[in-house]
């Protein structure tokens, strides 16, 4: 089990470190990305759908989500469109209207206009 270890500056960015069971300072792993790489070594298949149901299971915080649609370099007009997020406002200055944080039942999110995420990433988020 590991546990929380100073942060770091890296780049002129500060992050998180972890203290694992052996003493060694890492990084906090993202456990989809930990869990696709046990996935491979051991021949088994994962896809999205795979971890979209994790996620709503609870298996995966939206944190970490997040990280890996941004990591996958995912669209974001796909990014604005899932469920998981529908709570993100996403300010996009290459879209005319801003994306609510929610549709009303039965209509669309829609192309917003200056997409900002509330400004910064929140706890366990790389920006």
Do not use: C
Not at 28 to 50: E, K, Q, S, Y
């Amino acid at each position: 089990m590991s546990k929380s270890g100073p942060d770091i500056i890296v780049r002129g960015k500060r992050r998180r470190t972890v203290i694992d069971e052996h003493g060694v300072q890492r990084f906090p792993a993202n456990r989809i990305v930990r869990d696709l790489v046990d996935a491979a070594r051991d021949g088994r298949r994962v896809d999205l759908n795979d971890i979209a149901r994790r996620h709503q299971s609870g298996s995966y915080s939206t944190a970490e989500m997040r990280q890996l649609y941004r990591l996958m370099g995912y669209s974001i007009s796909g990014y604005a469109e899932l469920s998981a997020f529908e709570h993100d406002e996403i300010l996009n200055p290459l879209w005319e209207t801003p994306t609510p944080p929610a549709a009303a039942p039965g209509t669309s999110r829609g192309q917003p206009a200056f997409p900002s995420r509330h400004g910064v990433a929140s706890e366990g988020e790389a920006p």
